[in-house]
């Protein structure tokens, strides 16, 4: 997550540190879930989410309920963007160090000797 969002919100100059405060104020809403609903959020919670959901990161649906009176109630939810967030983050990683991208990388950087056979 927070590889993402240096990739997007970050790039505006957050330190390392408020990254880290986003990142763990993020996670503490959805903890091991991708959805939350939004009425768990305060106007100032959902300002951050909605600066989120322009980065790219998160999404946004509703779905109608009808209760036992006749009456429609509307739920709305904030969807974390998980295929594109590890993309984000696989992306920082390769940007840090190109030759991770690669497997054979290891074998690049082994010298001469290692591949001589002693008998």
């Keep these: ?3 993402a ?16 405060n986003l990142t763990d104020y993020i996670l503490s809403f959805f903890g091991f879930d991708t959805v ?3 009425n768990r959020l305060s ?6 989410f909605y600066m989120l959901e322009e980065a790219g990161l998160l999404n946004t649906t509703q779905e109608e309920v009808t209760l036992r009176k006749g ?9 974390l963007k998980t295929d594109h967030i590890i993309a984000l983050g ?17 074998y690049k950087n082994m010298d001469e000797e290692v591949w001589e056979r002693k008998v």
């Design 1 to 3: 997550m927070k590889a």
């Design 5 to 20: 969002l240096s990739q997007t919100v970050g790039k505006d100059g957050m330190s390392g540190e408020e990254l880290d």
């Design 36 to 38: 939350i609903v939004d």
């Design 43 to 48: 106007p100032s919670d959902r300002d951050v």
């Design 71 to 79: 009456k429609v109630w509307r739920l709305h939810y904030w969807i």
């Design 90 to 106: 696989k992306q920082s990683r390769c940007a840090k160090n190109p030759e991770s991208e690669s497997a054979d990388s290891v």
